[in-house]
Every structure is written in structure tokens, then in C-alpha cells.
């Protein structure tokens, strides 16, 4: 009888120890809940309120979550979300890189796999799949997206950065 109490008092501490781990929020899939190609009801509906819509040049929507620190473009001829960005330094990868997060860090992290993005000859940005790190001051991430190509580079670099 004592054992089976003491198994079952150890397995409810163990659940709240798993549970505690927290998930990552940024993937290669997704920044906060939000996936490329996510219609804008379900985009805006992952984002806290309030959300502010804002209309771009180039054909881009923009849903803005200020409180969040999150951002889904939207671009005409492009299905569902196009670009997530986030400046907010609680969302992370799984490896604990995210916006504010040192450049050194990003590079011991994902060593190797990182593509630089030039600008001016200088190193505005780094791409790991779909995922860019912009690194405009050359010391720390200021923004992390999502998004697939050249222009999602450029909506990153616009994009404002941790502070």
C-alpha cells in the first residue's frame, strides 16, 4: 500500500515538472501559434488583443499585436500569411535564441547552418530555412520572422526591432 502511494505521489510531482518545460515558440513552422499560409481570421485570432490593422505599400496588410510583440503580413497574390515577425524576447527557439538574443549565441546554436544576408557588404541578417535573424547592429537579433524568399528578408529588416 505504501508503495503504490508513494508511486502515485511521485508521478504527480513528475507531471509538473514536464509540463513546466516550455515549448518553443518559434519553429520553422510557426512563430506564436501563427503558420505561413494561416488565413487572417485564424492569424488575428492567435494574436493578443488588441490588433491593429495597418495597410502597407507593395500590396502588404499587416495585423500588429503592440502587447505581444508580433506582426502578420499579408501580401495580395499571396495565400494566407506571407511573413511573421516578432521582437518580443520571452519567444524563443528551442535552442533559447530569440529577439535581444546575442549574435554569438545564434551562431553557437545553429553553427553551420546559418546563410548570411548582405546588405551594403555588410551582414544585415541571417537565414536558417524559413527563419531570419536580423542582426542590423552586428551584436544582437533585433527581430526574428518567418516567412519564405528575398522580400520576407526585407519585411524582417523593416520590422521593429527588441529594444
Known sequence: MRAAIALLLGLVCAVPLASAQKAADITQAYIAGIHLGASQARARASMTRPVRLDRLED?????????EKLESYFRTGTKGVAVVTTWNRQLTTAQGIGPCSTVAALKRAF????????????????RLGNLIFTVEGGKRV??????RGTQAVYVALSATECA
Open 59 to 67: 500590396g502588404y496588410r499587416r495585423f500588429v499585436s503592440p502587447g
Open 111 to 126: 553553427s553551420g547552418r546559418l546563410v548570411p544576408f548582405r546588405q551594403g557588404g555588410r551582414i544585415v541578417a541571417y
Open 142 to 147: 533585433g527581430v526574428v520572422a518567418l516567412g
